[in-house]
């Protein structure tokens, strides 16, 4: 499981079990045109990381913020 990096708790990209519901990263969207989401930490509201629509590239954006 991925650590936030600010606070050090589990987060998950896509919760996939209602036990995961609490640690999935928030997701929001941001940009007008240039679609980006803006994923934020659920437990410190620290941002983690943007990624494009449809790319999931947190998984390592925060491994590599956690290495
Ligand atoms: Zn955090």
Same mark, same amino acid.
């Given at each position: 499981?991925? =650590?936030?990096?600010?606070?050090?708790?589990? *987060?998950?990209? =896509?919760? !996939? +079990?209602?036990?995961?519901?609490?640690? !999935?990263?928030? =997701?929001?969207? *941001? $940009?007008? %045109?240039? =679609? !980006? &989401?803006?994923?934020?930490?659920?437990?410190?509201?620290?941002?983690? $990381?943007?990624?494009? &629509?449809?790319?999931?590239? @947190? #998984? $390592?954006? %925060? #491994?590599? @913020? +956690?290495?």
């Amino acid at each position: 499981m991925a =650590k936030c990096p600010y606070c050090g708790n589990g *987060v998950v990209l =896509k919760a !996939e +079990t209602d036990a995961d519901a609490a640690l !999935e990263v928030r =997701k929001e969207m *941001v $940009g007008m %045109i240039r =679609k !980006e &989401v803006m994923y934020s930490c659920p437990h410190c509201d620290a941002v983690l $990381g943007f990624g494009r &629509v449809g790319i999931p590239r @947190l #998984q $390592g954006v %925060i #491994q590599g @913020l +956690t290495r």
